[in-house]
């Protein structure tokens, strides 16, 4: 196997007989410690499976913290849940009433001033505890309350969403709030989490004598020396959400079987599951053991230097892969973002914002000191000195890997670019919706009927799943989304044509689904014409089978040509413009240099090209990344890269898609929803995520396009040489 270095620097490669690595600096060679890469393995599993837990704890972590509000919420309403006594008897006539039990639970729900409100509902709670006579189910208010208190409300919060602009606004005091409940985080918080566990602890450790936290039964279910060793493990701060999952299902049961007091059953349990989800705290062996697995080591400067070029779905996946590798890695894109195309087409037709479907890529990996980011230009690859050009400036590689996508093919009619744009790039979408919205203004404006005919006229080439999703997002915009705004015509009377160049719509899907998408298209209004070439695409229209329609809007759906990548390469090309690589995906010829995604033809699927889907890429980026990994570890290759399909979905409409999984096909309503929960899932960013859900859900409920943007010079170029009116 070729080495990752040449002669005179170090390389990464194997010695004859060898399973372990071997680095080399102008012919001397130093055979590495195998255990410290056992070593390493091993940390790396052990890593991975915090990373795991990790994940899970932050998914449930929000919806605990949901519950525990709305369960204190429901007990301010319940005046018989107030702590009783003759100190807190002011709270039940007259404003203090209206504050404790009217506005608390409101605030408290939604989150918003959750602090002071917990504060609030803690002193009560003491003064009831000191004055009156204890209960046990005090005890759990107070700690749950003294929670809020020290760490405040979480991410399904209102305080959490607007916290980070709150300490810059100018309402009075917002400052020093903001600062306070910083102050809280950092000094109070831990200090607290560490009482908690010591307080229960301490009920664990005398459980046998004189349950202070847990009914008599509890010792049935847990007897005494797993309490002891419970409560050592909670003191300790080791293992703690095992641990908390534990006692909850233990306390939970034991009080239920009991028949314990209702508050009892159910404010002990919360305080485990908040204590579980949300971690021991700083002062704990957790947080130790996390801070060793986790410690960010910037790589060294003689380490072996991987530059990934390409930030879309290969390029990311590949970079996720080698983030935590003994490695330099350096990802470059010509933007500073990572773009979710399959959603690109929503942008064009008004429904998403940009912003939407487009994540920065330095935020996704900002806690991976060894990853690079770097925007700009790469113009080409010299492979003899291993470097590659980028803005004019040189930069060498060790490896390279190559997920420089595809752009727009016209079958040699590159002149047809300028009137019929393709759908690839943030630029490509908003000057398309541009051109759409456009055309409903200029034919607003125009009293020429034929002049209005080709203005609201709108032709796509190619019926793939781009081509169909254009041509059903375009006719829904017609005659739903902006009915009733135009006065000299009606949006619905646009025509929407989809021309494709083989028997079907949806080739790749099978012929049932395929019937099923062009009868759903044409139920939209769209005229779908099969078996149909393009023979011609100027300014006025195009010529279809002989036959000129006049278009003021012609979109290009129908053809993709790969980067200039092979020409860098010195490579022959395909006649998509893609390298062909091996069974490892590395160039022929070059065994440091990979390609993947639209840029490459890897006969990985049964033989046959692996498709130029998301998927398709995103299995590639992280086939890539074994492989590096292998080699920087110095362990076995994985196998030939394989394209495992998992299925195919387009849309059409409205509660109308098509979904393929094999010998599972699915049309209609079920489909789309499987499509629109498939592709939340996929995208990138939290923020992403719940952006297109509130906007697909208002727009499916109102049918209301609320990005309807003209941007750019002017209305649109699309049909200017229509929009003109003859002089009188």
């Not at 519950?67 to 309403?77: E, P, Q």
């Not at 002990?268 to 986790?294: E, K, N, Q, T």
């Not at 125009?446 to 080709?454: I, K, S």
């Not at 592709?679 to 990138?684: C, E, M, P, S, T």
């Amino acid at each position: 196997m070729a080495g990752i270095r040449r002669a005179g620097r170090f390389r990464l490669g194997f010695g004859p007989g060898r399973a372990n690595p071997v680095l080399c600096r102008d012919g001397g060679c130093a055979v590495s410690s195998l255990n410290s890469h056992v070593r390493d393995e091993r940390r790396a599993q052990l890593a991975a499976l915090l990373a795991a837990s990790g994940v899970v704890l932050r998914l449930a972590a929000p919806l605990v913290d949901l519950l525990v509000r709305l369960s204190l919420a429901k007990a301010f309403f319940a005046p018989e849940m107030l702590p009783s006594s003759h100190l807190v008897e002011f709270v039940q006539t007259g404003w203090p009433t209206i504050i404790v039990q009217v506005a608390g639970p409101v605030l408290l729900a939604a989150g918003l001033w959750v602090r002071p409100m917990a504060l609030l509902m803690l002193v009560l709670t003491l003064l009831a505890q000191t004055s009156g006579s204890p209960q046990d189910e005090h005890l759990f208010w107070v700690a749950l309350f003294g929670w809020y208190v020290a760490q405040g409300a979480g991410p399904l919060s209102l305080d959490h969403i607007l916290s980070k602009g709150l300490g810059f606004s100018p309402l009075p005091l917002a400052g020093h709030a903001m600062a306070a409940a910083d102050w809280l985080d950092r000094r109070v918080d831990p200090l607290y989490r560490l009482a908690v566990r010591l307080w229960l602890a301490a009920a664990l450790a005398g459980i046998a004598l004189a349950p202070a936290m847990l009914p008599a039964t509890a010792s049935e279910m847990l007897p005494r020396p797993w309490a002891l060793f419970a409560g050592a493990l909670l003191g300790l701060g080791l293992g703690t959400p095992l641990v908390a999952a534990g006692l909850l299902v233990v306390a939970g049961t034991s009080m239920a079987m009991a028949g314990t007091d209702h508050a009892m059953t159910v404010y002990c349990p919360l305080v485990l599951a908040l204590l579980g989800v949300s971690g021991a705290g700083r002062y704990s062996l957790d947080f130790l053991i996390a801070a060793r697995m986790h410690r960010p080591a910037p790589p060294a400067h003689d380490a072996p230097h991987i530059v990934i070029v390409g930030a879309g779905f290969g390029g990311m996946a590949c970079a996720a892969g080698l983030r935590r590798e003994r490695a330099r890695v350096t990802l470059i894109d010509r933007h500073n973002y990572h773009l979710f195309q399959p959603l690109l087409y929503q942008v064009a037709t008004a429904g998403l914002s940009p912003g939407d479907i487009a994540t920065p890529v330095r935020g996704v990996f900002r806690d991976h000191p060894r990853l690079r980011v770097l925007c700009g230009q790469v113009s080409g690859v010299d492979v003899v000195n291993r470097c590659i050009t980028v803005d004019g400036r040189r930069l060498p590689y060790d490896v390279l890997v190559l997920a420089t996508g595809a752009s727009h093919g016209y079958f040699g009619h590159e002149e047809w670019a300028a009137t019929a744009p393709g759908l690839k790039s943030v630029n490509d979408a908003t000057s398309i919706r541009s051109r759409i919205l456009g055309a409903f203004e200029q034919a607003e404006a125009t009293d020429d009927p034929v002049v209005r005919d080709t203005l609201l006229t709108f032709l796509i080439c190619g019926g793939g799943p781009t081509g169909v999703e254009l041509a059903g997002a375009i006719a829904e915009l017609a005659r739903h989304g902006m009915e009733k705004e135009f006065r000299n015509f009606d949006p619905a009377s646009a025509r929407i044509l989809l021309v494709q160049g083989g028997p079907r719509v949806l080739p790749q899907f099978a012929q049932r689904l395929s019937a099923f998408a062009r009868a759903s298209l044409e139920a939209l209004g769209v005229e779908v014409r099969v078996n149909s070439r393009v023979e011609a695409i100027d300014a006025q229209g195009v010529v279809v089978n002989g036959e000129r329609i006049a278009a003021a809007t012609v979109l290009w759906a129908a053809g993709v040509v790969a980067s200039p990548a092979a020409a860098w390469l010195g490579q022959q090309p395909d006649k998509a413009g893609r390298i062909k690589v091996a069974p490892d995906l590395s160039v022929p010829g070059l065994p440091d240099v990979f390609a993947i995604g639209d840029t490459a033809l890897a006969l990985a699927w049964d033989g046959q090209p692996a498709p130029g889907l998301a998927p398709a890429a995103k299995q590639a980026g992280a086939y890539v990344a074994l492989v590096l990994r292998a080699r920087l570890r110095g362990s076995r290759p994985p196998q030939p890269f394989r394209y495992r399909h998992r299925g195919s979905l387009a849309t059409i409409g409205r509660k109308s898609a098509v979904a393929d999984f094999g010998r599972v096909k699915l049309t209609g309503a079920l489909a789309w929803w499987l499509w629109g929960a498939v592709h939340i899932l996929f995208l990138a960013g939290r923020r992403n995520q719940f952006s297109v859900i509130l906007g697909w859900v208002w727009s499916y409920f109102t049918f209301d396009v609320g990005v309807r943007l003209i941007t750019g010079d002017g209305p649109s170029h699309a049909g200017a040489a229509f929009a003109a009116e003859p002089p009188e």
